[in-house]
């Protein structure tokens, strides 16, 4: 059973990309039990599968677009959540890879019932990306670095945003 699924939009060779196979393959390596949704074929994937990696290739919708926010994310979500009863995946927590990934994250964990985190990456993000991306519903937020983590805090400060 796959406990933790993985969110990340885009499959191409990059820092976040590098650091979560990394994560996914020592997580393999050990014995744990985490899958893979990705936008794209790509480099992630190929890489997550030669780790005995569960990968799904699944088309995100442009999350934050009109149609998006009004049926596409909800239609994403469904297919996704059909595609991992099928499978007889039944992960527990949706984690998006970047903020990038928030709405994709809750529109899955919603059809699942599951619970949702975040690696929050991006230096250039700011409040409003935070937002948009719906960051403040997800259950978990974990910042990578100190400035970022004070940033998202004065922005959320309701919420607890952990470091890493």
């Known amino acids: 059973m796959n406990r933790v699924l993985f969110i990340q939009r885009k499959a191409h060779r990059a820092g976040a990309q590098s650091c979560l196979e990394r994560l996914l393959r020592f997580n393999a390596e050990q014995g744990g039990s985490s899958a893979l949704l990705c936008g794209e074929r790509g480099w992630l994937t190929e890489a997550c599968e030669r780790s005995g990696v569960t990968v799904?290739?699944?088309?995100?919708?442009?999350?934050?677009?009109?149609?998006?926010?009004?049926?596409?994310?909800?239609?994403?979500g469904t297919r996704v959540a059909g595609r991992l009863r099928k499978a007889g995946l039944s992960p527990r927590?949706?984690?998006?890879?970047?903020?990038?990934?928030?709405?994709?994250?809750?529109?899955?964990?919603?059809?699942?019932?599951?619970?949702?985190a975040v690696?929050?990456?991006?230096?250039?993000?700011?409040?409003?990306?935070?937002y948009k991306n719906a960051c403040h519903h997800l259950d978990l937020v974990i910042a990578v670095g100190e400035k970022l983590q004070s940033a998202a805090q004065a922005w959320d400060p309701e919420k607890r945003v952990r470091l890493i």
């Open 56 to 76: 799904m290739v699944e088309p995100f919708p442009k999350a934050r677009s009109l149609w998006a926010l009004l049926y596409g994310n909800r239609a994403f």
């Open 119 to 130: 690696f929050l990456r991006s230096s250039a993000m700011t409040r409003r990306d935070y």
């Open 93 to 116: 927590i949706v984690h998006a890879n970047d903020h990038t990934e928030g709405l994709p994250a809750l529109a899955v964990a919603g059809r699942i019932g599951a619970k949702t």
